[in-house]
């Protein structure tokens, strides 16, 4: 599981997604190198629209974990 937080939003406070991520990587038996919990943290963005750079990066980071976690082989 993949959450991503924005530490600069003024709608959602990014604490919630670190408490959910903790509670589950607490609460999870699996193996963390097979089925992590992680969080992808983002400073200076907020809810509203962002550089196009970062868009990017942010969904090279999602599509990439979901590749990895999923079976797919990235060449």
Same mark, same amino acid.
């Given at each position: 599981?993949?959450? @991503?937080? &924005? +530490?600069?939003? @003024?709608?959602? +406070? !990014?604490?919630?997604?670190?408490?959910?991520?903790?509670?589950?990587?607490?609460?999870?038996? =699996?193996? !963390?190198?097979? *089925? !992590?919990? %992680?969080? *992808?943290? /983002?400073?200076?963005?907020?809810? =509203?629209?962002?550089?196009?750079? *970062?868009?990017?990066?942010?969904?090279?980071?999602?599509?990439? &974990?979901?590749?990895?976690?999923?079976? %797919? /082989? %990235?060449?």
């Amino acid at each position: 599981m993949l959450f @991503t937080v &924005f +530490d600069s939003d @003024t709608r959602v +406070d !990014p604490l919630h997604a670190r408490k959910m991520c903790a509670a589950l990587q607490h609460a999870t038996a =699996g193996d !963390p190198d097979t *089925r !992590p919990v %992680l969080i *992808r943290r /983002e400073t200076d963005v907020g809810h =509203g629209a962002r550089a196009v750079s *970062r868009t990017v990066a942010l969904a090279v980071d999602q599509l990439s &974990f979901l590749a990895a976690h999923t079976g %797919l /082989e %990235l060449s």
